[in-house]
């Protein structure tokens, strides 16, 4: 049985994205929530994309550990997770990463929103709010990301908000299983404008 820290996986009816929604940098305390919710969307959107061994494995105790891991980084500043609650409960989040391929820009690495949330304006949200990010701490770079190339919803998605597919690859998971994903990408956006 999963357990959650002080800010909990919704569990209950969700608020409309209004006032309701707060928008909060992830603490160490939200390791447990950020793997909850994090486990909950792949396997409710990633299931006959991602092997079943991979989705009803040990994927819960992987989240949390690199929840942990980063959430205990010593170099905050290179990193950007943003929480979207509602009443306590972690209902979306998105993470963005600087360093994790400079040749293409910021990686924005994990973008979820809760089953129950979506399709109410909370993936834009957090999508401006990660590019607003990187324009004040990395000024000049780009935005990057990779998506499953099976993950219609979420290609209609980033269509939608102005994304560039701009590469192919296979991705090989440890378990050895290869998957395509996309990768996209948006262009650098002045700190402080909109859109
Ligand atoms: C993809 C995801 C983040 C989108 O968040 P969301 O809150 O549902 O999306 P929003 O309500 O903010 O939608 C923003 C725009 O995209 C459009 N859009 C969203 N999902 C869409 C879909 N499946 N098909 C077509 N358009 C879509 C919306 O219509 C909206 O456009 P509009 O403002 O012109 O109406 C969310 O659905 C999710 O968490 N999916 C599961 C996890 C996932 O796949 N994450 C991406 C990993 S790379």
Redesign the pocket.
Known sequence: MLEFGPTSVCTTKPAALTNATQFRIALPADAEALAGLHTL?WQR?YRGILPDTVLDGALYDEHLAVWRKRLSSSTPERQFFLLAVQEDAVVGFVSVLLDLDPEWGARLE????HPR?????????LLQRARAWVAGAAPGQPLH?W?LAA?A??L??YD??GGRAVQNNLWELPSGHKVSEIRYQWPTRAAGTGG
């Open positions: 969307s959107n994990n973008l979820h929103v949330n979506q399709g109410r304006g909370l993936g834009r949200e990301l998506v993950n919803p979420a209609a998605f939608r908000l």
